[in-house]
């Protein structure tokens, strides 16, 4: 029954947030008409960037989607950005068809260039184009960061910061080690 209600919602977010899109960037955006977007999400396309999203486009609760001026960012078919996620686009951004995002994942194809005259508060940005190829899945709390590259196929384990290249059908995890150290009480 939640999924009803809920359909109630997004459908016609989605209807609204494409066709203002469309309206406001005409060429520069290109999507389909009918989505499921909830009504508290963020959508901001810069002039003079570029946003091309697939079909079957899905967009939880608390997700950004950000496309700066001058950058391009392409989602395929049936991708689905999910609860808290973060896609912030300064140069390049591509997810292939069928892309599964879990809660938390955040997506940067730039760092802040801390080494530049005036540090980080000049906002002088170092990027990196990010590639994700069809059929991956990122499990919860990922980070993917600029000049990462994953292959189709990919399985990401949750927590897993992701740098470089990562070959197709690969399933990526990072060791972490639990410590438990029992102190004796104070008397």
């Known amino acids: ?3 009803y209600i809920r359909a109630l919602g997004v459908y016609p977010t989605g209807l609204v947030k494409m066709g203002l899109l469309k309206l406001l960037h005409g060429a520069k955006f290109e999507g389909p008409a009918l989505c499921q977007v909830s009504p508290h999400t963020e959508i901001t396309l810069d002039r003079g960037g570029r946003l091309q999203i697939g079909q079957g486009f899905k ?3 608390g997700a950004i989607l950000r496309v700066r001026r001058g950058a391009v960012c392409r989602i395929g078919k049936n991708v689905s950005l999910n609860t808290n996620n973060m896609l912030a686009c300064q140069e390049s951004v591509t997810l292939g068809d069928n892309v599964l995002l879990s809660p938390n994942v955040q997506i940067y194809d730039h760092d802040h260039d801390y080494k530049a005259a005036g540090g980080v508060a ?3 940005y170092r990027t990196g184009p990010v590639v994700i190829g069809s059929n991956v899945w990122i499990g919860a709390n990922c980070v ?3 000049g990462a590259t994953i292959g189709d196929n990919c399985v990401i384990g949750a927590n897993t910061v992701v740098r470089g290249n990562i ?3 690969a399933v990526v995890t990072q060791k972490r080690e639990t410590v438990l150290e029992i102190r004796e009480a104070e008397r």
């Open 122 to 124: 000049a906002m002088k």
């Open 144 to 146: 993917i960061l600029r």
């Open 59 to 61: 967009m939880r609760a």
């Open 167 to 169: 070959p197709a059908n």
């Open 1 to 3: 029954m939640n999924k």
